[in-house]
């Protein structure tokens, strides 16, 4: 079995490991990281979750050169929120080097980013976007880079973000190393990635290490007329320390948000149509705990990385395997365990033979039970079960 030492790397990335208590290498690392120190473009389909941050990251940092002034290493990632988080976890192994990090996505002040610009910096995570908004500026020069990584490529394609990342791609050098990491490999992904890479490699990591080893699945049927009511029945049977609900649209992540708050869950909500400022001040609550549900779209919460997540409701069905594997990887993370509970109205029974499919696995079922008129009136309007306090859950661990 390969450990992080038998890479090669040098000691400064060793020991920052070592400081997380990030001991082995996950299987998707195991597969990628020698590849990419050898210098090979790659393609690399991993499901969230599997250490993929880290599998390009530590390449990356192994091949810095700290005597070269230009732009070294690229990542474009589709949202805002994993930009933030890729920042986050490459600061870390940067930490006492001479790396310079500078995240680059919209919602931030553009004058801040051009200052930054002016001074050394070794590594960019942007967004589409912004990053074009600064080539077209000329604030920045992509043509020294070593590494440049596609990271969620199938969503950054899936949101439409196609031609901005030829654009980009255009502006780079020919020289560098291009790797691509992605959900799914299918074949928009495949077709970019050949269009700019050189002979590149295909690897994928066992999908069965999230979707069945980890976590424990549920289907409850419901019409959608009492959807919500048994939505809140199973909130309150489950009491999660932290827990995500999924919904399709923004629309009704508003009205269901609204609805929870009404009747006294703790909760928030996360979507595209709110400020970078309001979002962010979301995943910070949410990962200090300060409320026990967030409410989310799909694009909204792509590449989330919160500890403590045990439990994911699928209030709205997805409308892909792809999505739904995507969703429920929110928890049973880094061999956690998990739970996934989704909520199927009649109509949506086709999209669940899909998924069962795909993961070749039946789901099992119950059925919510409406209840009768005498017993239903204000049933959900009694305030629920309260949050699990953090001495609880430990003591609820150690027993």
């Known amino acids: 079995m390969n450990t992080f030492r038998s890479f090669g790397l040098n000691e400064s990335i060793l020991r ?14 195991s597969l990628t990281i020698a590849e990419i120190l050898a210098g090979n473009d790659l393609m690399a389909e991993a499901q969230t979750g599997t250490g993929k941050t880290l599998a390009f990251l530590i390449p990356m940092f192994q091949h810095f ?4 002034e230009e732009i070294q290493g690229l990542i474009l990632a589709p949202t805002r929120e994993l930009a933030i988080q890729i920042t986050e976890e490459a600061r870390k192994l940067a930490k006492d080097t001479e790396i310079q990090i500078l995240a680059i996505y919209g919602g931030q002040d553009i004058q801040k980013q051009l200052k930054r610009l002016k001074g050394s910096v070794s590594f960019v995570v942007a967004t589409p976007g912004r990053l074009l908004d600064h080539l077209a500026r000329e604030t920045i020069d992509l043509t020294h880079l070593k590494t440049l ?20 791609l255009k502006r780079t050098n020919r ?5 691509c990491f992605s959900a799914t490999l299918d074949s928009k992904v495949k077709k970019i990635a050949y269009k700019f890479m050189k002979n590149p490699l295909e690897i994928a990591a066992e999908k069965e290490t999230i979707t069945l ?37 923004k629309r009704r992540a508003d009205a269901l948000e609204g609805a929870m708050s009404l009747h ?13 400022a309001a979002r962010q001040r979301v995943m910070k609550g949410f990962r200090e705990a300060r409320y ?37 990887g929110r928890t049973g993370r880094m061999g956690e365990e998990g739970s996934a509970i989704t909520f199927v109205a009649p109509r949506d029974e086709r999209l669940l033979t899909e998924i069962e499919k795909e993961i070749q696995m039946k789901i099992k079922r119950s059925s919510y039970q409406q209840p009768s008129d005498s017993k239903s009136k204000d049933r959900h309007h009694k305030k629920p079960v309260q949050k699990r306090t953090d001495s609880k ?4 661990k150690r027993s």
């Open 175 to 179: 020289d560098k190393q291009l790797l």
């Open 393 to 396: 859950r430990n003591k609820k």
């Open 65 to 68: 050169d700290p005597s070269a």
């Open 16 to 29: 920052k490991l070592d400081e997380q208590n990030i001991s082995e290498p996950t299987p998707i690392q």
């Open 264 to 276: 006294r869950y703790s909760c928030n909500k996360l979507h595209g149509s709110m400020t970078q």
């Open 149 to 168: 990584v596609l990271d969620e490529a199938d969503q950054m394609l899936f949101i439409g973000f196609q031609n901005e990342i030829e654009m980009i």
């Open 292 to 328: 026990q549900y967030l409410i989310a779209t799909d694009v909204a919460a792509r590449g989330l990385d919160i500890s403590g997540v045990s439990h994911i409701y699928n209030y709205d069905i997805p409308e892909t395997p792809e999505a739904y594997i995507h969703r429920i």
């Open 213 to 249: 080893e980890s976590i424990e699945q549920k289907v409850i049927t419901a019409s959608d007329r009492w959807k919500q009511a048994a939505l809140f029945q199973e909130l309150d049977r489950t009491n999660p320390f932290l827990g995500i609900i999924f919904c399709r649209t």
